[in-house]
């Protein structure tokens, strides 16, 4: 896995990356959504590509972005970190015989991503995202934002431009955002991974806060109660 000729264009970055999933989606052919307007900030796709796997356990698309980090060269004056030292993942619940990942989620996904090469402000484990409406466009939805935290399976790599870390992004409702507003980044963390196996967003859930089965899973979070 580690022949890059397949690459018509020297991108060491964007091989490494395909790298780290291939591991976890063997053989997968991934769904891949080029930009006709890559870095163009002016324009609603400027991350050069979006990948997405399929993954089974639990059923979801796997999102990938390409364009936080360094894909071809490198260009910062950062040796040790790629970039933005992170490129997004979105792991959102499928439906066993739905054929195409949602568009909504791709743009979602290139907007953030615009935020980000515009602003040059990153993001990092334990942020909180209040998108002020849906997480995806047009969907009838109570989540509103999100907490990032680091990708379960893929964690953090190691490339030839420096360190790279898939930051997963988890949807969450805006009463489940105002709780973890300034909890230390360990907390939200666990929460994320005791709440949704490996972080799958649910688009249809309400928030956790009205089940009360649940609630005491992000509460005990929220406050660290025996967490230590």
Same mark, same amino acid.
């Given at each position: 896995?580690?022949?890059d000729?397949?690459?018509?264009?020297h991108?060491?970055g964007w091989?490494?990356?395909d790298?780290?999933?291939?591991?976890?989606?063997?053989?997968q052919?991934p769904h891949?959504?080029?930009?006709?307007t890559?870095?163009?900030?002016?324009s609603?796709?400027?991350?050069p590509?979006?990948?997405?796997?399929?993954?089974n356990?639990?059923?979801a698309?796997?999102?990938?972005?390409?364009?936080?980090s360094?894909?071809?060269?490198?260009?910062?004056n950062?040796?040790?970190?790629?970039?933005?030292?992170?490129e997004l993942t979105f792991?959102?619940r499928r439906?066993?015989d739905?054929?195409m990942?949602?568009?909504?989620a791709?743009r979602?996904?290139q907007?953030?991503?615009?935020?980000?090469?515009?602003s040059r402000t990153?993001f @990092? %484990?334990?942020?909180?995202?209040? /998108?002020?409406?849906p997480?995806?466009q047009?969907?009838?939805?109570? =989540?509103?934002g &999100?907490?990032c935290?680091?990708d379960?399976q893929?964690?953090q790599? @190691? %490339?030839?431009h420096?360190?790279? /870390?898939?930051l997963?992004?988890?949807?969450?409702?805006?009463?489940? =955002?105002?709780a &973890?507003?300034g909890?230390?980044?360990?907390?939200?963390v666990?929460?994320?991974?005791?709440?949704s196996?490996?972080?799958?967003?649910d688009t249809?859930r309400?928030s956790?806060?009205a089940?009360?089965k649940r609630?005491?899973?992000?509460?005990?979070?929220q406050?660290?109660?025996?967490?230590?």
């Amino acid at each position: 896995m580690n022949d890059d000729r397949e690459y018509v264009v020297h991108a060491p970055g964007w091989a490494a990356i395909d790298r780290a999933f291939a591991r976890h989606y063997p053989r997968q052919i991934p769904h891949q959504f080029s930009s006709r307007t890559p870095y163009e900030l002016d324009s609603p796709n400027p991350l050069p590509a979006i990948s997405v796997y399929e993954a089974n356990h639990p059923c979801a698309w796997h999102f990938v972005s390409h364009g936080l980090s360094e894909l071809f060269e490198k260009t910062s004056n950062i040796a040790d970190t790629s970039g933005f030292g992170f490129e997004l993942t979105f792991r959102l619940r499928r439906e066993p015989d739905q054929a195409m990942p949602p568009e909504e989620a791709l743009r979602m996904l290139q907007a953030l991503g615009r935020y980000v090469l515009e602003s040059r402000t990153g993001f @990092d %484990t334990g942020h909180v995202l209040d /998108l002020g409406g849906p997480i995806l466009q047009g969907c009838d939805t109570a =989540l509103t934002g &999100f907490l990032c935290v680091p990708d379960p399976q893929l964690g953090q790599i @190691d %490339t030839v431009h420096g360190a790279l /870390l898939f930051l997963l992004l988890f949807g969450v409702t805006s009463d489940e =955002l105002e709780a &973890f507003q300034g909890v230390p980044m360990e907390r939200i963390v666990g929460f994320v991974h005791e709440a949704s196996e490996l972080g799958t967003t649910d688009t249809t859930r309400r928030s956790i806060f009205a089940d009360p089965k649940r609630a005491p899973i992000a509460r005990r979070w929220q406050l660290g109660i025996g967490l230590g």
